[in-house]
């Protein structure tokens, strides 16, 4: 009897879900202060840098060798292909100078004078400070030179034009490395520095204007561009917000992908994999120390919309949402929303379920997708695909759901909202 | 008694605190691949739009390899991409051990009506190929049961004819790998006909499964050096 009490119940295979919080923070690191005593050279580095700036994740294509590019960046302004970065001297950057790569990145021009395009965030990366920038090359000179040809650009006209390009610098680029806000601390400057220089994450927490501008540093979050993936906010409670976290929380989910109330997902869940893992423990503190920064003086409002009567047809249709959870979501997502910490995340009170853009949380529920394999979390539990399963009006009940339930409170979903929610895999 | 009483009412106090969560969260490999197993049952099974192999019982090699081949682009199938995006070969590896060493009933073989001839032409290309048109024997790699080899070639037997004829075709029309250069499945299914897909298709499918992979051993040199790229390169690493 006593024994009975304590076993859990566990109902397998039938009740199936998981819905990652979609926390999307994007974020890099890099060390401000060459003189770091675990970097023996400029190499090493150099090579924590280009971690932490994630270069690799955008050189390299699928399956291909990393560094030499080849990767499609698909736009509404065309489809950019990543340059080869190895020092192979006819494709790579083999015959590139210390001082073309600082013009790169810190100007946005390439080593024949072309002016670059913002898809590659020299808007971010001119914050880099010259050190950095040539720790980062001397790493990028030491690797194996790779003959990769990759084609062209394929964009669009009218963008296809230098002087239009120009027109837009003019706009929207303020060339210029990080200055440190004296009314801060150095951790806290640190963080600032990662976070709006090398670590680049407003190229997608950010909304891009018409002209692909992410015009501020606020980190207010965006439809990413080319992705079918919505960056949540930074700098607002209702979204992705950290002020009222522990710092400790911060640093977990840049690091690991998961803290008891939050998951990495979808293209963050790559970034923490690719690049964030990798943070010194300093400079993870820092990033925290900043992000935490962002949102600590706001106070909570209530996120989502607010009915105050739920009208009886609204109360049926939420049932049959209901009715679709308890099948196939609350074997592990529990009948009280709460999930398993760390594990299977918590729908209720979950930002990244009741924030204005249902985005996210209708592409978990299509995809399911399992958080990043790190160092302190090597086996993650994942959540299924359910695109095979139901159809495009179920997921639209079932999301609209838990949009709702357990005091959530968020616009209803349609089916025609989970069209749109198809395609872009990555 | 009292004792053993108060006991017994913390205790369930205690498990009604966390009564309304899913409770504990087995720590299995069960468990963490709930997110496989609900299109890649013990049976083949056939979603809305897709059809979904059995994935148990087959060597670890082969579905090391596969997993990768989808996470790295190499085989296409954007929702196994999406799925494995971020595991680490190290994790992948685990998850293929534990389907492989899997072990669960086969489900009945299909009864598929076919001509005594049908028989005689499947039964040749699986027993002896055709060398003259670069065909080997099923056998050769398959294993002399049609259960696979170890580490990495996968078992013939067990599968219905509708997704060995489909592997056929995509091999055919080079849509399972791409890029690179070509692996040897695509070079064999290219020469084959479509009467004789259709009949190794129907043949393989009536069998019933039994017996497991075949060890390395038995694959010639000429068979492996054909097919490196497939079985040897990375294939079951550890």
Known sequence: MKRLAIIPRVSWWKNITLLWMCVILQAMAAEITASEPEYSDEVSYGAYLTRIGNCMGCHTAKGGVPFTGGRRLSTSFGVFITPNLTPDKETGIGRWTQQDFWQALHQGKSRDGRLLYPAFPYTEYTKVTRQDTDAIFAYLQSLAPVPQSNPPHDIFFPYNSQSLLAVWRALYFKEGIYEPDQSKNQTWNRGAYLVQGLGHCNACHTTRNILGASQDEALMGGQIMGMNWYAPSLSSHLEAGSGDWEIDEIVALLTTGVTKRAMASGPMATVV?????????????????????????????????????????????????????????????????????????????????????????????????????????????????????????????????????????????????????????? | MRFILLLFFCITGVANVNGSTPAEVPDTMAERVKACTICHSAEDKVGRDAYYPRIAGKPQGYLFNQMRNFRDGRRYYPPMAILLENMSDEYLLEIAQYFSSLQLPYPDPERIQMQPEEIKLAEHLIYSGYPERDIPACSACHGDVLMGVEPAIPGLIGLPRAYITAQLGGWRNGGIMRGG??????????????????????????????????????????????????????????
């Open chain 1, 273 to 426: 994999r690719q690049s964030l893992q990798y943070l010194s423990q300093e400079d993870a503190l820092a990033m925290a120390t900043y992000l935490k920064s962002l949102t600590e003086n706001e106070t909570g409002k209530l996120p989502g919309v607010q009915f105050s009567v739920m009208s009886g047809s609204l109360r049926k249709h939420l049932d049959l949402g209901g009715q679709l959870y308890q099948e196939y979501c609350q074997a592990c997502h529990g009948a009280d929303g709460k999930g398993a910490p760390g594990i299977y995340p918590a729908l209720a009170g979950n930002r990244g379920v009741i924030m204005d853009s249902p985005l996210n949380t209708i592409r978990s529920v299509l995809n399911g997708g399992y958080p990043p394999t790190t160092a302190d979390n090597p086996r993650p539990y994942g959540m299924p695909p359910f695109q095979q399963i139901l159809r495009n009006e179920e997921v639209a009940l079932v999301v609209s759901y838990i949009r709702n339930a357990w005091g959530n409170r968020a616009s209803l979903v349609r089916a025609l909202d989970v069209d749109r929610s198809k395609g872009g895999n990555d």
């Open chain 2, 181 to 238: 250069k070509p692996d040897c499945m695509s070079a064999i299914a290219k020469q084959l006909t479509e009467d004789e897909v259709n009949a190794v298709a129907k043949w393989l499918a009536n069998q019933s499964a039994s017996g497991k992979p075949s060890s390395f051993d038995v694959l010639s040199s000429e068979l492996i050096d054909r097919c490196s790229r497939t079985i040897l390169e990375n294939g079951g690493a550890e």
